[in-house]
């Protein structure tokens, strides 16, 4: 009877939060975030860093940097796609209420943002702060409406150390004021072509597979050459036959390109901390949009709602004055990423009251990570995601250690479902649909419960926010999504 109980509570919208905010935040912040740096590392799945426990050394910097964080354990993406994950963090609205979908298809349309979502750029705009955003394009764009409420959208495919440069330039100017910038990399997503000189650390020597010829002949080219010479059905030719030593090799190269993302990271956080003032005044959120998955459920990349690609990384570091007060440490409470947007807009005094976002600030638990609302505790999260053609759709919740997914094919009418024991079985080994068990049973029962009302709450807020309008994609579009492998 817990999850039916905690449904009313836990799916609804922020008015129904737990009211802890208005009282301990101004005596914590004082106003001490002038600016807030968002950090986007496209397709990074949490179990891939090290300050999420992986034994591989992919990312030091980034364990440096975490340790002076809040880092949140248990955060859940809303999709495991770029175009819809992304939205849903700009807007902190379900991808069932802002219906931006990810473009796939040979004749997709490409969805715009419904113009009654209120994005946290807007909420900062109107409160003073510049906003800067420095993307890396594909299914996150202007073309969708994303750049709303920016004053500087730069969207470009390149590396990672370019985008890093175009925000430096930006933030660093001397005449910037109050900002809010995004940084937003594809580096780790597929094609995983790392720099060469990380191959010896990380790639199995022995790997003697069809892929290591292919992959090496990319080796020494820019990421343009490099994304436009292996077209996704050109890099991922014979997947069907890989065995698992191919699929340790990608694995591998994808740790790699963490690596690399990790060293870039070194000259900006370096930047950053030589400058007493903006390192006194910046909060750094360093999170991904979704996951990647190396055949652990039978696929590649990123089209399904298992951990692998819902579990993402969220790393909060506030000014070092607020780290001294306590704002340290590790959260397991699970959240999701569209609690980041009114995290934010707090952070930095804005008033998000007329946004009707969904999410809820975090900033009680950047506090004190230590002691921990127990309204928290009673709260599901939800995850969805839309493949089209299809059109396949499927929805995620999770609750107090259970997970329940629902699939549902609509051109064939076939149905799937799966129910994990999260807590006991963390990769997700073992469906317990069928399960007899009487917790599972129950655990079941609750859940369809919770997401049956998530959809229609989700649907009631896509009402309120009005028709989303729809575009036919360009040609320069889809040359871009042809080298993103998302058309095929
Ligand atoms: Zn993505």
């Known amino acids: 009877m817990l999850l039916l109980a905690a449904c009313g509570e836990g799916a609804t919208d922020?008015?129904?939060?737990?009211?802890s905010a208005p009282e301990s935040a101004p005596s914590f912040l004082e106003g001490?975030?002038?600016?807030?740096?968002?950090?986007?590392?496209?397709?990074?799945?949490?179990?891939?860093?090290?300050?999420?426990?992986?034994?591989?050394?992919?990312?030091?910097?980034?364990?440096a940097f975490a340790r002076r964080s809040v880092v949140f354990e248990n955060a859940r993406a809303q999709a495991p796609q770029t175009a819809p994950s992304h939205a849903s963090l700009f807007?902190?609205?379900?991808?069932?209420?802002?219906?931006?979908?990810?473009?796939?298809?040979?004749?997709?349309l490409v969805h715009l943002l419904?113009?009654?979502?209120?994005?946290?750029?807007?909420?900062?705009?109107?409160?003073?702060?510049?906003?800067?955003?420095?993307?890396?394009?594909?299914?996150?764009?202007?073309?969708?409406?994303?750049?709303?409420?920016?004053d500087t959208w730069d969207e470009q495919l390149d590396d990672v150390s370019d985008r890093i440069d175009a925000l430096m330039e930006w933030m660093l100017s001397p005449e910037r004021g109050a900002f809010f910038a995004v940084l937003h990399t594809y580096q780790v997503h597929a094609p995983y072509i790392p720099p060469a000189d990380l191959y010896p650390e990380f790639v199995d020597p022995n790997y003697e597979g069809p892929l290591r010829a292919r992959?090496?002949?990319?080796?020494?080219?820019?990421?343009?050459?490099?994304?436009?010479?292996?077209?996704?059905?050109?890099?991922?030719?014979?997947?069907?036959?890989?065995?698992?030593?191919?699929?340790?090799?990608?694995?591998?190269?994808?740790?790699?390109?963490?690596?690399?993302?990790?060293?870039?990271?070194?000259?900006?956080?370096?930047?950053?901390?030589?400058?007493?003032e903006l390192l006194s005044t910046t909060a750094i959120v360093v999170l991904s949009d979704h996951g990647e998955e190396f055949r652990e459920h039978g696929k590649y990349q990123h089209d399904q709602v298992?951990?692998?690609?819902?579990?993402?990384?969220?790393?909060?570091?506030?000014?070092?004055?607020l780290e001294e007060a306590g704002a340290v440490g590790r959260v397991s409470t699970?959240?999701?990423?569209?609690?980041?947007?009114?995290?934010?807009?707090?952070?930095?005094?804005?008033?998000?009251?007329?946004?009707?976002?969904?999410?809820?600030?975090?900033?009680?638990?950047?506090?004190?990570?230590?002691?921990?609302?127990?309204?928290?505790?009673?709260?599901?999260?939800?995850?969805?995601?839309?493949?089209?053609p299809g059109p396949k759709y499927s929805r995620a919740v999770v609750f107090r250690g259970w997970k329940y997914i629902h699939t549902w094919q609509s051109n064939i009418d076939v149905t799937w479902e799966w129910l994990f024991h999260l807590e006991e079985d963390p990769l997700e080994k073992t469906n317990l649909i069928h399960s007899k068990d009487?917790?599972?049973?129950?655990?079941?029962?609750?859940?369809?419960?919770?997401?049956?009302?998530?959809?229609?709450?989700?649907?009631?807020k896509a009402e309120e926010l009005g028709p989303a309008g729809a575009v036919e994609m360009d040609a320069d579009m889809e040359r871009l999504m042809r080298q993103l492998g998302y058309i095929r």
């Open 14 to 19: 922020r008015s129904a939060a737990p009211d």
């Open 32 to 63: 001490s975030v002038r600016n807030v740096l968002l950090i986007s590392i496209d397709t990074l799945r949490a179990d891939r860093l090290e300050a999420f426990g992986y034994d591989r050394p992919t990312s030091p910097n980034l364990a």
């Open 91 to 108: 807007t902190s609205q379900y991808p069932g209420a802002h219906r931006i979908v990810n473009v796939h298809g040979e004749a997709p």
């Open 114 to 150: 419904p113009e009654k979502a209120t994005t946290l750029a807007e909420v900062l705009s109107a409160a003073g702060v510049e906003t800067g955003a420095f993307v890396s394009g594909g299914n996150l764009t202007r073309k969708m409406a994303m750049d709303r409420g920016f």
């Open 215 to 276: 992959l090496t002949s990319y080796l020494g080219m820019s990421m343009q050459e490099t994304w436009a010479a292996a077209v996704g059905p050109k890099y991922w030719e014979g997947m069907l036959d890989y065995d698992d030593d191919d699929v340790g090799f990608l694995s591998d190269l994808y740790d790699a390109e963490i690596r690399y993302v990790d060293q870039q990271f070194r000259r900006l956080f370096r930047a950053i901390n030589a400058n007493p």
């Open 306 to 321: 298992f951990e692998e690609l819902l579990h993402v990384p969220l790393i909060v570091r506030l000014p070092p004055a």
């Open 334 to 388: 699970p959240v999701e990423l569209l609690d980041v947007a009114p995290t934010v807009a707090e952070l930095m005094g804005a008033d998000d009251s007329q946004a009707g976002w969904t999410g809820r600030s975090l900033v009680p638990l950047l506090e004190d990570a230590d002691s921990l609302p127990s309204q928290w505790e009673l709260r599901p999260t939800f995850s969805e995601l839309v493949v089209d």
């Open 438 to 460: 009487s917790e599972a049973v129950r655990a079941l029962a609750g859940l369809r419960e919770l997401l049956k009302a998530h959809s229609l709450q989700t649907k009631a």
